[in-house]
């Protein structure tokens, strides 16, 4: 089936801009991730999803930063007023969402790289 | 606060050379831990859980708690495990992962 789609794939933004950045996770997934990679780093997280429920935001770097599932199925990640250091690789993942006792797997989608100019 | 820490970016090997890609990692209670990898242009993806105890594409993960590590090996590298590897915890108390700064793994023909 259909993996997590992402786009756009690439956005250049100039800065000041506002950019929103769309994700689309597997059908029937009720958690959906996202991450920030900056070039040459691992992915770190932003914030996390339970259906329509932002259950953790602590990653945000700031309150420019925002991100909503209104359905519980396709979030979006917005950015205000873009700076140089929001210059990254933007990853969104879901899972089916964990089971007392299960163990869970993240599937990732292909990432948007923003350059913010 | 947990962590992960992979201290090589890059490491280079000879086809058919054993390959171990260190990872270490901080965490006070029981955690998760996993392998991704991305081969050029594809996603990130799993490797494997320390919890399943598998082998995938020949490698193994130990994870040993006394030594705070869960380094990712194999003993006969080929030319296809060229990729970037990341380690990364899941803690007992949420679901996100805390992702190492990934090593490199090139395997020279």
């Known amino acids: 089936g259909a993996g997590v789609s992402q786009s756009p794939r690439y956005k250049v933004a100039k800065r000041g801009q506002d950019v929103a950045l769309r994700c689309d996770p597997i059908s029937g997934h009720v958690s959906l991730f996202w991450y920030q990679q900056a070039l040459g780093q691992g992915p770190e997280f932003l914030t996390y999803?339970?259906?329509?429920?932002?259950?953790?935001k602590s990653g945000l770097p700031s309150d420019r930063f925002f991100a909503e599932r209104p359905e519980g199925s396709v979030s979006t990640l917005k950015i205000q007023r873009t700076q140089q250091e929001d210059s990254a690789v933007y990853l969104c993942?879901?899972?089916?969402?964990?089971?007392?006792?299960?163990?869970?797997?993240?599937?990732f989608g292909p990432g948007t790289r923003l350059t913010v100019l | 606060a947990q962590r992960v820490t992979q201290p090589e970016k890059l490491l280079s090997v000879f086809k058919g050379a054993p390959v171990e890609l260190k990872c270490n990692y901080s965490?006070?209670?029981?955690?998760?831990l996993f392998w991704y990898v991305q081969y050029s242009r594809q996603r990130l993806q799993l490797l494997l859980r320390h919890i399943s105890r598998e082998s995938i594409k020949g490698f193994t993960a130990d994870l040993n708690k006394g030594e705070t590590s869960f380094h990712l090996k194999k003993p006969f590298a080929q030319e296809e495990d060229s990729a970037m590897y990341y380690c990364?915890?899941?803690?007992?108390?949420?679901?996100?992962?805390?992702f190492g700064g990934g090593t490199r793994l090139m395997v020279k023909p």
């Open positions: 999803f339970q259906n329509e429920a932002q259950l953790d």
């Open positions: 993942a879901s899972s089916l969402g964990r089971l007392a006792g299960s163990t869970d797997t993240q599937y």
């Open positions: 990364a915890l899941e803690s007992n108390a949420g679901n996100m992962l805390t």
């Open positions: 965490y006070s209670g029981s955690p998760e």
